[in-house]
């Protein structure tokens, strides 16, 4: 199966800030990731997927790039509801698998 | 809108059953695959297993292999998932969610859609 790692596995940062996150897969994806946020309590949410298609609802400052095995999700200024944890997943290959996450947190 | 509820979660020993449902409303059920996926308290995602809109095609996880059943009824607008021999490490949150991007024989392996989850813990 495909194994996706996610670094760093926590980031602390203040509102305003832009915001980073790494995704590394075991092998190529061609454009098949996504990428989910998860607030503490709630089901996780589509934001990205095929590598920087915003879902439905997501806001502008939410943006996703890369390809093959590398991929990043950029949040361009850290709004107050977007400290959360943040999931990439492939769907190139069965199983589709997710990354370990990403707890961006408030500092 | 999309809606996705769950149910049926509970706490069960270990070697017991439990079925759990998911109703589902706001989109066409009996055109599009389903998923369950299941969260581990404090952990990650965990794909489970994948049901197409036809029930023809079936995928599990190597984990819920021969344990697990995925099975679903477009009469009720229902999926379900079967969890027989049940271990400590089945306990989760587990989620029901939409295949997305495409419907009826595609298959596109993105969640796009979610329930709010339902929880099983596995304990003596």
């Known amino acids: 199966e495909i194994v996706l790692t996610q670094s760093p596995a926590t980031l602390s940062l203040s509102p305003g800030e832009r915001v980073t996150l790494s995704c590394r897969a075991s092998?190529?994806?061609?454009?098949?990731l996504a990428w989910f946020q998860q607030k503490p309590g709630q089901a996780p949410r589509l934001l990205i997927y095929?590598?920087?298609k915003r879902a439905t609802g997501i806001p502008g400052r939410f943006s996703g790039s890369g390809a093959g095995t590398d991929f990043t999700l950029t949040i361009s200024s850290l709004e107050p509801e977007d400290f959360a944890v943040y999931y990439c997943?492939?769907?190139?290959?069965?199983?589709?698998?997710f990354g370990g996450g990403t707890k961006v947190e408030i500092k | 809108q999309v809606q996705l509820v769950e149910s049926g979660g509970g706490v069960v020993q270990p070697g017991g059953s439990l079925r759990l449902s998911c109703e589902a409303s706001?989109?066409?059920?009996?055109?599009?695959?389903m998923h369950w996926v299941r969260q581990a308290p404090g952990k990650g995602l965990e794909w489970v297993a994948f049901?197409?809109?036809?029930?023809?095609?079936?995928y599990y996880a190597d984990s819920v292999k021969g344990r697990f059943t995925i099975s679903r009824d477009n009469s009720k607008n229902t999926l379900y998932l079967q969890m027989n021999s049940l271990r400590p490490e089945d306990t989760a949150v587990y989620y029901c969610?939409?295949?997305?991007?495409?419907?009826?024989?595609?298959?596109?392996?993105?969640?796009?859609?979610w329930g709010q989850g339902t929880l099983v813990t596995v304990s003596s």
């Open positions: 997943q492939q769907r190139s290959n069965w199983p589709p698998t």
């Open positions: 969610a939409k295949d997305g991007l495409c419907g009826g024989a595609c298959i596109s392996r993105l969640f796009d859609y």
């Open positions: 049901i197409r809109y036809d029930e023809n095609i079936k």
């Open positions: 095929d590598v920087s």
């Open positions: 706001g989109f066409t059920f009996t055109d599009s695959g």
């Open positions: 092998q190529s994806l061609s454009n098949f």
